[in-house]
Structure formats: C-alpha cells, structure tokens
C-alpha cells in the first residue's frame, strides 16, 4: 500500500520501473507478435467471408479453399493474437499487483518464440489440408501438448509471484488472473484427452471439442478482459474499485456458470439432451456476472467522461466492458429455445463468438496494450490520430460484424425455418449478409493495420520521448495520469 | 478470502461441471450396450449399422477440407427444428416414385466408424445426412447420364457446372435457377497430362492435352459422402430406435 | 522485501504448487480414465456369436465330407 510518504512513493517508483525494465522483451513480443497475428488472422478472415459470396475467389490457391481458411482465421485469431495478447497482459499484471520482478524473462521469450513457430505449424498444417478435421479444435493432434507445455513455461512464473507476494490487500484483478491461469490448463488437457487421446463416441468427441471452445472463451479471455479492466479502470481515474464485494460476487458468478458452457453446439443431436440445455443454460446466466462486472466498472469511472474520452486505454476498457453487458444480454435472446431452434446453425453464432473474441476481450486488450507499452518501453506511442482511428473503425467494424451475422442468421434461420420456400431462399440471404460481414472485417483490417504500425514503432523505441502521456484530446490542461514528470499515477494505487 | 478458499472454490466449481457434463457423459456414450432387436422383428441380435465405403478416411478428410463449417449431418426432433420435414433430408418421401416414406431422425448410432460427429457449425449448404440417398434418388428420376460418384466429383470440383436438386413441398422435381455457393475445391484435384480423353479424369475442357484427375482424397471423400444415407432404408432399425411408424422395416 | 514470505524456498515450493494445481485435472484423468468402461467392442461380440456359428457348421460339414483315405493315397508318392 502507497504510503503519503515521498521516500516510500520513490521506492515504490522505482520498484515499479525495475518491474517494467524485467518485463519488457517478453511482453513486447508477445504484444507485436500477436498483433502481427491479428492482422493475419482478419486477412484469413476476410478471405473466408468472401468465399461466401463470391465462392470462386482466390480458388487457384489451394491452400485458401473454403473450409480450410475458415479455420485457420478463427485458429490464427484465438491461438496467434488471443493467447498472447492474453500472455502478455497477464505476466506484467500479476508482477505489477503482486509487486515483484521477473526473473523468467529468457526463458519466457523462448517459450513465446516456440509458441509462433508451433502456431505457424499448426495453421500451415490446416491450410494443407491436414489438421485434426475435429471443429473448434483444427489444430493437428500433436501440437495441442505443445502449445500446453509452452502455455506451462509463460505463466507459471506468475503463479509463483502471486503465492510469494506481500502480505496484504490481493485485488481483484488478481483473482480473475489466477483463475484464467489455471482454468485454460484443466479444459485445454481435459479436452486434449478425451478427443484426441482417448477413443469416445463421435458425438461425445463433437461435445468435448465444443465444450472446450465455449469454456476457452468464458474461462480464459474473459477472465483476462476482466482482470486487465478492474486493473484499468481505478488506475486511470485515479478513483477505487466502486464495490469490492460485488466484484468477488461478478467473479464467483462467472466461475460458477463458465464451466457449464459450449455443448449448446450440440443442440438437436442424439446426445443425452441435458448437456445442450446446460450449455444454453449457463450462456443466459452469463448475464450476471456480466451485468455486476459492467455496473461495477461503469460506476468507478462515471462522472469521469473527460478520462474516458481522453485515455485510449480507459476508452477501449470501457468500449469493452459495454460491449460484455451487450453480450451478456445477446446471449440470453439467442440461447432460449425458440432462438436457438432458429439460429443454430446459421452465422448468428459467428457473430457472437466474434463480439467475444474483438469485441470484448480484443477491445480491453487493446486499452491494456495503450497503458502497458509506454511504460515498459519509456517512450509515448506517437499518433493521436492512429489510435482514434484503431478506435473507431473497430467499435464500427465490430458493430457491423455483429449486427450483419445475428440479423443475416436470424433471416436464414427464418428461411430455412419457412417449409414453403426452398432452401435456394435462405442461402441467398445468407450470401447478402455475408456481404456486410466482408465489408465490416475490412473496416477491422484498416484499423489492426495502424495498430500494428504504431505497436512495431514503439516496439524500435521510436515513440516520442516523454514523461505526458499520448491522450486523445490534445486541448486538455492538465493530464489524467498525474502530474508531469511522472509516468505512473501511483498516489491512487489502491483498489 | 484466502488462496486456499479461493482453491477449493475453483476445484469445486469447475470439478462439478467437469464431472457431470463432460467425464461422465464421455465414458457412458463409450459404454452404450448395443441396442438389439425386439422379438417379433425378423432380425435377430444387435443392431449394429454399416455403412459402405472408407468411412473413417472419408469421414476424416470431410472434417480436415472444413466441410463441417458449411454443411451439418443432423437430423433434429421437431422441437429443435424443422428439418425432418424439409425436402429430402431426412430421407425419401412418399410419391408417385417412391413407395415408403423413409424419413427419419438421426441417432446415436449414425456417427459409428467416425473419430468425430461432424454436426457441423453453419448450414450455408444443405444438411448431407443423406445426401448419398438422394442424390441416387434424383438422377435416377431424372434419368441422368451421370453416376453419383461422376456429380459428387464435378460438384467438389466446380459446383456450379452441375444441376441442383430440390424437392419443395409439393413434391415436384425442380431443378432451381440458383446457383450453388460452394467454393471449388480446387486442391482436391490434379492437373495431369492425358493422352485422348483421358482415363479417370472430369468431362472439363482446359488446354489440349491435359486433364483434371481427382486424387485419391478426392476419392475417398465421394466415397464417404455416398455412404450417407442416414435413413430407415439405410440399416433396418430396431423398433425401440425407429420414430418413424410408416418407415419399412428393410430394403427390398 | 517481506522475506517470509519471498525467499528461494517458499518459490520453489510455490512452482510444484502451481505445477500441481494445473495438472490436478490432468492427473485426475490419468488415475480414473483406465478404469472407464468400455464396451466399443461389445456390439462387434454380439454379431460375432451368430458369425461363429456359421462358421462351425461350416467347419463341421467340410470334416464330414472330407474323405481321409482319398486323400491319404493321393498323397502318398507313387
């Protein structure tokens, strides 16, 4: 805890500036890598959406063939931008909450460059036409204990950190790590075992798949998104958390549903039917601990419009956390019976996978990636102009990605629904909305493209040398963050 | 809170779910005792589907191609949707060409001789699990030249340059103006050097000289698509697993 | 530095720890998964007795018919 003290603010300064110093190589790799990822995964994906409605693009490259390409974007989007983007985050938080300094960086760095090399494997191999053929886990069966043993070497260094912390006060951002940590263990082994290992009915291996997929995005990425949002919110204010208490109830409540989500993949196949009504289940309830962690963090930073509109980082945190109550509401029309006996399988569900994936963990990872990067590369990011364009093309590219897959899948579902019209109806409507779709990822694409520029120039420390931080709005006297001089604002640490 | 309460909190609300959705369910789908046939069927013992061709390579190659994005393979009861009665998909219906109304849902067993069920993600093209049933069905009825594997090769080779099928309601055959959406998969075939017309090779038209071969995935994916045929006239049912009461009970 | 709590004894322990919470379902798997059943061959059992009773009438009608004393100077050399 901060004491009013200027020789225990120093320390605690320079404490936090040699934290910084021994992350720096390894967070900022694993931030450009996964941002150069990112920008390969919308290409893949834009690709694919274009297939939809001009099937004979690009069909002298067998490598991009439907099917094929549409897997490696999601695989690309989840395992090349998601999970380092969410590595990355995660080891700087846990040093900075738990205050301690890493000393794993080199073998961090290797393992996020056997990380690349195993992903790129990966994609390569399904884009060859030789992945597992098992949806939602494309990869072939050997790179999955991969992945696990380079996931092993990233984050268990921030396990140790926490258990050797100082005593006091352990935020709450602490608990959504911890938990995204060894949560992504038990369903990435668990799931590993029972489709590729073990021989099981083919249905079951099709739910274990599902299963994994739904639990990966409600037991990693949202802790991760959450985790870095609570950090966020109090620090750039300068204002504590607005309720501890219903914090740790939005935390029990998404470790109570999250488990139970993903086999509603499986709606309507001869599975013993409770498992899809548990998954469509817990995705209603999803709106719990999503409607406590939104009213939480609206409340820490309202009456404060000039800082969000000011710092990208609190700007796209809170575009995210919106964005999750909109999930959290989507997913309980989407998941009742009627909705789902309609939209199951049409492009509604692409929709809100995507609003998961970019929409809320993408956007909070973004407003950590805005606040981490000049502190660990002492420089300020260099062009307002970059990330209010990486801002607004995404919020408008993420909106039309989401409105065109739920509403085109709603008038599929309609179509396909309707026994008098043939199936040659409900297609064609499929392939207008695809339009939107292709149109909105292009929008997404112009957007990662400065973010990436802009992370690839600081990452040459080329940002600009200053201690004022880059705000969105040149004409504001005096600085959110703190006074000058000062890159952190550590009088109000507390959460 | 303590880290060992917020443990034994994560052991416990993960190890429930874990437990009850997924390790259990696993090793009880694993364990189904075959379903056997009752007394008065002229069948004895266990019912035990087979289907033709190299399924489990075909069944392979349909999930690593993405086929399974596109394209789902379930039948659904009538609460979770319409598809036992929209057109052919869930088998053959009753008209002036066919006898028995062959439809049905699909079942546990279906999947058998699979690595994994490939319900599939998205219907942007119509549901396959009888695709190998109806596409026999409508090239006899339209007399065509072509034999099923010929339209399934041609149709994974250019989609657009072979006629669709579809059976609304009323029952009349139609061949509809629309165009399919499915991307040619152009790595599932070879250019090759012919001599003539070429041995084994599609009825396409490149330079002079060469030919489109399929390869051997090409082959065994067909070959996995005709053995779909997820029907009552598919592999006689057992009276506890037939929902449909008109079906017959074998292929005559 | 709280040495304490922070010193190169509780981080070892700490990393078998984390080590041991991550693999706990994993290893839960490895001790209970062996003791699963497993009837994926049972179906095959089934149709296979009416299999092997075809195949011992077969087997009993082809000894009764097999005429060992032809047989035994057909292939005596001579």
């Known amino acids: ?495 | 809170m303590t880290f060992k309460a917020f443990i034994i909190g994560l052991l416990a609300t993960f190890g429930i779910p874990w437990l009850l959705l997924v390790v259990v369910p696993y090793s009880t789908m694993r364990s189904l005792d075959p379903v056997e046939y009752g007394k008065d069927s002229e069948f004895t013992g266990a019912f035990v589907p087979k289907r033709d061709g190299r399924i489990k390579e075909g069944s392979r190659i349909f999930g690593q191609e993405g086929c399974a994005l596109c394209h789902t393979q379930v039948i659904r009861p009538t609460y979770a949707g319409n598809d036992v009665h929209r057109g052919e998909w869930a088998g053959l219906r009753k008209s002036s060409s066919v006898d028995e109304d062959t439809r049905r849902e699909t079942i546990a067993q279906d999947f058998q001789q699979e690595d994994v069920a490939h319900i599939g993600q998205t219907r942007v093209g119509p549901d396959l699990s009888n695709f190998g049933r109806r596409l026999e069905h409508y090239l006899k009825l339209n007399k065509s030249s072509r034999t099923p594997e010929q339209w399934s090769l041609m149709h994974l080779y250019n989609p657009k340059a072979v006629p669709r099928y579809e059976v609304p309601e009323t029952g009349a055959q139609i061949i509809t103006a629309w165009k399919s959406a499915c991307p040619p998969k152009s790595g599932l075939f070879d250019k090759v050097q012919v001599n003539g017309a070429g041995y084994g090779t599609l009825p396409v038209d490149i330079e002079a000289g060469m030919g489109i071969k399929p390869s051997d995935r090409a082959r065994a994916l067909v070959s996995y698509l005709l053995s779909l045929k997820k029907d009552t006239l598919g592999n006689p049912l057992p009276d506890a697993l037939n929902f449909n009461p008109k079906a017959p009970k074998s292929e005559e | 530095m709280d040495h304490t709590r922070d010193n190169p004894l509780k981080r070892f322990s700490a990393f078998w720890i984390a080590i041991l919470l991550a693999t706990s379902f994993g290893i839960a798997l490895i001790i209970t998964q062996p003791f699963a059943p497993d009837k994926t061959d049972k179906a095959y059992e089934m149709v296979s007795e009416g299999r092997l009773e075809i195949k011992d009438g077969i087997d009993r009608a082809q000894d009764d018919a097999l005429n060992e004393a032809a047989l035994a100077e057909a292939l005596s050399p001579s």
């Open chain 1, 1 to 495: 805890m901060a004491e009013n003290n200027s020789t225990a603010d120093s320390k605690d300064v320079v404490l936090r500036s040699s934290i910084d110093r021994s992350l720096r190589h390894p967070v900022m790799f694993l931030f450009a890598s996964g941002a150069l990822w990112l920008v390969l995964s919308i290409v893949l994906g834009l690709v694919a959406s274009a297939k939809k409605h001009n099937p004979e693009f690009l069909t002298c490259f067998s490598w991009l063939d439907a099917g094929k390409v549409d897997a490696a974007h999601m695989s690309a989007m989840i395992y090349g931008w998601g999970l380092q983007a969410a590595f990355g985050i995660i080891i700087w938080l846990m040093a900075r909450l738990s205050r301690k300094e890493c000393t794993a960086s080199g073998i961090i760095l290797w393992a996020a460059h056997v990380w690349n090399a195993v992903v790129s494997y990966g994609i390569i191999r399904i884009m060859m036409g030789e992945g597992s053929g098992v949806t939602y886990m494309e990869f072939p069966s050997e790179v999955w204990p991969l992945l696990l043993v380079c996931y092993t070497t990233i984050t268990i260094w921030s396990l140790v950190q926490f258990q050797v912390r100082d005593a006091g006060h352990v935020y709450v951002s602490q608990w959504y790590l911890l938990a995204g940590l060894l949560w992504f263990p038990w369903i990435a082994v668990t799931a590993w075992v029972f489709v590729f290992l073990m021989d099981g009915h083919p249905l079951m291996v099709a739910g274990v798949a599902g299963w994994f997929k739904g639990t990966l995005f409600s037991l990693f990425f949202l802790p991760v998104a959450l985790g870095s949002a609570y950090y966020l919110a109090p620090k750039v204010t300068g204002r504590p958390v607005y309720s501890y208490n219903i914090a740790l109830f939005g935390f029990w409540s998404l470790a109570v549903f999250g488990p139970w989500a993903g086999m509603e993949k499986l709606f309507g196949a001869p599975v013993p039917q409770f498992l899809p009504y548990a998954g469509a289940a817990s995705m209603i309830l999803i709106l719990i601990p999503a409607i406590a962690v939104g009213y939480n963090i609206i409340k820490t930073v309202i009456g404060n419009s000039e800082v969000i509109a000011e710092s990208p980082s609190l700007r796209f945190t809170a575009a995210g956390i919106v964005l999750f109550v909109v999930f959290g509401g989507l997913s309980v029309l989407l998941h009742t019976v009627p909705a789902l006996k309609l939209t199951q399988f049409t492009y509604t569900g692409y929709g809100f996978d995507v609003l998961g994936l970019y929409g809320v963990f993408s956007l909070c990872a973004f407003g950590a990636i805005y606040f981490i990067v000049p502190r660990i590369t002492r420089r300020e990011w260099l062009s307002r102009r970059f990330i209010k364009w990486h801002f607004f093309c995404s919020i408008y590219g993420i909106s039309s990605v989401v409105i065109c897959a739920i509403a085109g899948g709603l008038s599929q579902g309609q179509g396909i629904e309707d026994l008098s019209q043939p199936f040659g109806t409900m297609a064609e409507r499929a392939t207008q909305f695809s339009w939107g779709v292709t149109l909105a990822w292009a929008f997404i694409l112009f957007a990662n493209l400065f973010f990436c520029l802009h992370l690839f120039l600081m990452w040459a420390r080329l940002g600009r040398r200053s201690s004022h931080p880059t705000l969105l709005d040149a004409h504001h006297p005096t600085s959110p963050h703190g006074p000058e001089g000062e890159v952190d604002n550590y009088s109000s640490a507390s959460a």
